[in-house]
């Protein structure tokens, strides 16, 4: 298993950047593929982005496309998601967790679900103002 915790988030106007981190404890981080996930309040947690486990491949919700960018770096046991354009409907509290479901290295689906996923951080802040 490995522990995960999240940091970057904060209160930004529409149209900032931020950078999400997602530090991870143990060594066995660079076997799991990798996600992002959010959850508004009143509304139920939702995929944003993933990434395998080599980071060759990476997936994204609809409405991030060409504003987030998923990466990892495995030598320091983190991953990241670079968020610029932010908007409104971004607000959220953040979360990343890892692929335990098998393959675990690996995603397979283009949206995977929040079940095929574990070890969830404690989840960070996102305020975007208009």
């Known amino acids: 298993q490995v522990q995960l915790v999240e940091s970057g988030g904060g209160l930004v106007q529409a149209g900032d950047s931020l950078r999400l981190s997602c530090a991870a404890s143990g060594r066995t981080f660079s076997s799991y593929a990798m996600g992002w996930f959010r959850q508004a309040p009143g509304k139920e947690r939702e995929f944003v982005a993933a990434?395998?486990?080599?980071?060759?491949?990476?997936y994204y919700t609809d409405s991030v496309k060409g504003r987030f960018t998923i990466s990892r770096d495995n030598a320091k046991n983190t991953m990241y998601l670079q968020m610029n354009s932010l908007k409104p409907e971004d607000t959220a509290v953040y979360y990343c967790a890892a692929k335990v479901r098998p393959p675990r290295g690996t995603i397979v689906v283009a949206t995977p679900k929040v079940a095929d996923f574990g070890s969830w951080g404690q989840g960070t802040q996102v305020t975007v103002s208009s």
């Open positions: 990434i395998s486990w080599s980071g060759g491949a990476t």
